[in-house]
């Protein structure tokens, strides 16, 4: 820091004046800061305060309000008074922010409210501005502001006066909690505005810490408004003034005070140095307190942070922020300006300094820190070197200006001597011999030899990449694949592999034996023993166009045109790795990088705008805490919504929105995001976007898991995740309850209904029966009523014969017959079954009047063989009678003597009734051909009748009733008569 002491303070000046000079001009690493301005939301250039809360947010005192920043987007909060001057988070995590007004703002649950106390406040504390602030754990406020005032307000808000007018001069420095202090001045020689100035006494400070009180004295008053502390280490506190600046050794309570030529406003210890915002940029020294650089010269600094990723954050009066990442890259720079060329060519020669090549030809030798030298070659640019061991630096390049005779162009330099050649790759060395590619060839290079080079294979063929291996084989690579240099001839390396065929930009070999073939378009091509593994950008390499590849120790570092792939080997066999990119937005000049190479701790990155160093230990090896991981808002339809609403969310309301962020400002468009229904769906979804949409929600109980991690992280590590439990209720018509109690109810209606359906089938059958069965009744009554017509006619037709034969004893005694059979016949017709003894009553009765009217031409018998008394045994009336009937017309009416014979016999077997009815007649067949002969005479029909009764009773009867017709012949085959059985189920 440019600093004063005492009275030798004019020869200082004029030995820093030196010193600087040289220093700037030998000063060859630079930081290169973001600035955050109102072009990238920050609503003012004005910004008086950085913070970073207990969540890890970014909080932003401007002149136009409060901003939080989270990495991607600054959110302005609009106050009632916008010119805020700092903040303060206490012990609650609320945010409290005053204004240059003197009012206090309080953020909590996502908003700012006025602190309730604010007129008081104002009343005791104008016209001076608040310089500190402290919230117990009683929630009492601690206030200190110019003028000077300190109170104490309780929360009921009663003020106590902290401060007294005194003679003397004393400032209470207390610490409240890690990190901060309560800094007010508890004894004062006048009040704000009195007095014609300040009288000439000392300022007591009285540093509280740690259980311990440390003292400092500082020989004039202070200023009210430009006093602050900061503790630097362990072991060393820092306290600013507006014109000293005190050192407080805290092991042992010495002290240092120096008269500074410069106000500090802030400071803070980073990586061991000293960083100190001024009113002119930010000085760091080290830890001699020996300035190391100057940064943002004629910016007015006043706060600077360190964030919890070791990022730097510096708040500025007139240019917004400025932010520096935890990675430290630092730039190759001349005069204090990062030096903006492109670098072609990088190479670190045996005395520990370095080469750069230009585009434009020019070179530089340098030494960071220590060593300058550059000078022009004769080239159109530069492409590679090489140092031999007889001191001579070989140069690959465009030659603008080749010399006739062919020999080398060269140039000494600090007695060292520059050859240059025509070289389109770089060098290499293969059997003490020195190799380069050219457009057309590749070259031997021989220095002792005023020709200076020697073609070398029999074709014509570009050389863009050479490679020696461990076997001594030189492997070339160009825009047509990779090759091997055998015996003068070009043969490719593995025709079997086709990837071998991409365009080749670099090769190298890896310490676990694995050959690294860098491609443009292809991406990294790793040969492992038999294996060929492809990296490329899906799988998580920045670039698939490779132009440099460098091994170093366990790790390769590839450059590309986006930028350089970090591969970190944790396994040979197998290859197991994880890819960590970086870019332009974690401090890189140039996403293109032409060249990578070592040097001490750092790795060097040439690329199109200048070259960065690239700590390793900032990109290796380093272990990170999992990300802050936060759901910023929850959304339910239309409204914004509370986690607690997430566990009864309404089946009509199921669009869910839910946006989150995960906080790291050194990886901002560099993290990835996954998320599930963890109960629902075990499959994550992975995205990069800071938002979830779910339209509709799906019911059910779950929780939504949303994890967050960098880049070249794993998912299987210990990543940030969030949960959120729901509970998506839903209607009724989807709950299981709903479907059982459905399912019940349609059971119970399909039960219902198909015993309805039953009893109302078996109602429609029972009617069916009935009606059948009446319609079978009347069928038989009517074909009972055509038989009786037919007995009446008979029996009329036999009275008439009796008349005429005036056998008057003969017809009384028929008609006596008849009318008891007609008697028995219209008692018979309504009743659906009689006895068997009243069946064969009237067939005995029947055949009796019929042995009369034919005067005794047949006699009959009648058998009975039934196990049931005949009175008990049943069967349809006047079914039998037919076939009596027709016995006696067809059968025995045409015998010429009187020995016709009629057998009825009633057979009662296994259940069954038969029936039979037998003649001695002339037979069916000759009846019938005697019948054909007098078609006049009346043709009966109780046959047929008697036929469909019995088809009618048989339609709706289990058992049916059985008729057999069968025709009696003798042992000479003539026809002897006719046998019917009835068969009746009993």
């Known amino acids: 820091m440019m600093q004063l002491y005492g009275r030798h303070r004019f020869f200082l000046l004029i030995f820093l004046a030196f010193f600087l000079a040289h220093w700037s001009n030998a000063q060859q690493l630079r930081y290169a800061f973001k600035n955050y301005t109102p072009n990238d939301g920050l609503p003012s250039s004005e910004v008086h305060k950085v913070l970073q809360d207990a969540r890890h947010y970014m909080w932003f005192a401007t002149d136009h309000g409060v901003c939080r920043f989270n990495g991607y987007e600054f959110k302005t909060y609009n106050l009632a008074d916008n010119s805020i001057l700092g903040f303060y988070e206490d012990y609650k995590k609320r945010i409290w922010a005053w204004s240059f007004s003197g009012r206090l703002f309080v953020f909590e649950n996502e908003k700012f409210e006025e602190y309730k ?152 210890n980073v990586d061991g140095n000293k960083y100190y915002a001024t009113e002119d940029g930010l000085v760091i020294e080290n830890s001699r307190s020996e300035i190391v650089a100057t940064y943002l010269k004629g910016i007015h600094l006043v706060s600077i942070l360190k964030d919890m990723e070791g990022g730097l954050w510096l708040t500025s009066l007139n240019s917004g922020v400025f932010y520096l990442q935890p990675s430290r890259i630092a730039h190759l720079s001349k005069n204090n300006e990062i030096l903006k060329k492109k670098f072609s060519a990088l190479y670190q020669l045996q005395d520990k300094t370095l080469l750069a090549g230009f585009s434009d030809g020019e070179v530089v030798r340098f030494k960071p820190h220590s060593l300058w030298q550059n000078f022009n070659l004769d080239l159109e640019s530069v492409n590679s070197f090489y140092e031999d061991t007889s001191k001579v630096i070989f140069v690959g390049g465009v030659i603008s200006n080749i010399l006739r005779d062919g020999s080398f162009f060269a140039r000494t330099v600090n007695g060292q001597t520059f050859q240059t050649i025509i070289g389109l790759s770089n060098f290499v060395k ?215 609403a997430l566990l009864d969310v309404s089946s009509f309301k199921r669009n869910l929105i839910v946006r989150y962020e995960a906080l790291s400002y050194s990886n901002v468009g560099k993290l990835n995001y996954r998320y599930r229904l963890a109960g629902f769906d075990s499959t994550w979804f992975y995205t990069n976007n800071l938002e979830i949409q779910f339209n509709p929600l799906p019911y059910g109980k779950y929780r939504l898991e949303i994890q967050a991690k960098r880049e070249f992280e794993h998912w299987s590590d210990r990543v940030a995740t969030v949960s959120l439990s729901i509970q998506c209720k839903a209607p009724l018509w989807k709950t299981p309850v709903f479907w059982a109690i459905l399912t019940m109810l349609l059971i119970a209606a399909i039960f219902f209904y198909y015993k309805k359906r039953e009893k109302e089938i078996s109602k429609r059958q029972q009617e069916k029966e009935l009606l059948q069965h009446r319609i079978s009744e009347t069928e038989q009554l009517a074909l009972k009523s055509q038989m009786n017509p037919h007995f009446i006619f008979n029996s009329l ?101 009187k020995n016709g014979h009629i057998q009825l016999s009633f057979i009662e077997r296994n259940a069954v009734l038969e029936c039979i009815v037998e003649d001695n007649g002339i037979g069916r067949d000759k009846a019938g051909k005697l019948k054909a002969v007098n078609p006049i005479e009346y043709q009966s029909r109780g046959m047929s009748l008697t036929a469909e009764r019995v088809e009618l009773l048989n339609r709706n009867a289990d058992r049916k009733i059985v008729i057999i017709v069968k025709d009696l012949t003798n042992e000479s085959g003539e026809a002897c008569g006719t046998s019917v059985s009835v068969k009746f189920p009993v």
């Open 430 to 644: 293969q059997n003490g011999n020195i190799y380069i590619g050219i457009t057309n060839n590749i070259v031997k290079l021989n220095s002792k030899n005023k020709e200076g080079f020697e073609l070398i294979t029999q074709e014509s063929f570009r050389a863009s990449r050479l490679f020696v291996n461990n076997k001594g084989d030189m492997l070339v690579g160009n825009v047509f694949g990779l090759w091997y240099y055998r015996n003068g001839r070009i043969v490719p390396y593995d025709s079997t592999k086709p990837l071998f065929s991409s365009r080749v930009t670099d090769i190298a070999k890896f310490n676990g034996g694995q050959l690294l073939v860098g491609t443009r378009g292809k991406g990294l091509l790793i040969e492992d023993a038999d294996s060929l593994i492809q990296l490329t950008e899906n799988t998580g390499l920045i670039s698939n166009n490779i132009r440099r590849i460098l091994v170093d120790e366990d790790n390769v570092w590839v450059a590309s045109n986006k930028g350089i792939s970090i591969l970190r080997f944790t396994s040979y066999a197998p290859l197991r790795f994880s890819i960590n990119n970086i870019n332009a937005s974690d401090g890189l000049l140039s996403n293109e990088v032409n060249e990578l190479i070592t040097y001490n701790d750092y790795v060097i990155a040439g690329t199109n705008t200048g070259a960065s160093f690239l700590s390793k230990k900032a990109f290796i090896g380093k272990s990170y805490e999992p990300l802050p991981l936060y759901v910023s808002s929850i959304r339910i339809g239309e409204q914004i919504s509370s986690e607690e």
């Open 117 to 268: 106390w604010n007129k008081k406040l104002m009343a005791l504390t104008q016209p001076g501005i608040i310089q500190s602030f402290y919230v117990d754990t009683d929630d009492n406020l601690f206030v200190a502001s110019s003028g000077p005032h300190s109170y104490k307000i309780t929360k009921n808000g009663d003020a106590i006066d902290l401060i007294k007018i005194r003679p003397s001069s004393k400032i209470i420095m207390a610490q409240a909690e890690q990190g901060h202090f309560f800094t007010y001045i508890s004894e004062y020689p006048i009040r704000y505005n009195e007095g014609p100035k300040l009288p000439e006494i000392s300022t007591f400070v009285n540093i509280q810490m740690n259980k311990r009180t440390y003292h400092v004295e500082v020989p004039v008053v202070v200023v009210p408004e430009r006093f602050k502390i900061r503790q630097i280490s362990d072991s060393e506190v820092v306290i600013l003034l507006r014109e000293f600046q005190v050192d407080l050794n805290l092991r042992n309570g010495n002290y240092q005070t120096k008269k500074l030529n410069l106000i500090v406003y802030d400071a803070a």
């Open 797 to 897: 037709n036999s009275i008439q014969q009796y008349v005429i034969d005036r056998d008057v004893q003969g017809a009384n005694s028929f008609i006596s017959g008849f009318s008891k059979l007609m008697r028995q016949t219209l008692d018979f017709s309504s009743k659906e079954k009689i006895t068997l003894e009243e069946e064969i009553g009237y067939l005995k009765n029947y055949l009796e009047l019929e042995r009369m009217r034919m005067e005794s031409k047949f006699d009959f018998t009648i058998t009975v063989d039934a196990v049931s008394p005949a009175a008990e045994l049943r069967l349809p009336p006047l079914m039998l009678q037919p076939y009596v009937e027709n016995a006696l017309r067809h059968g025995v009416r045409y015998l010429k003597d």
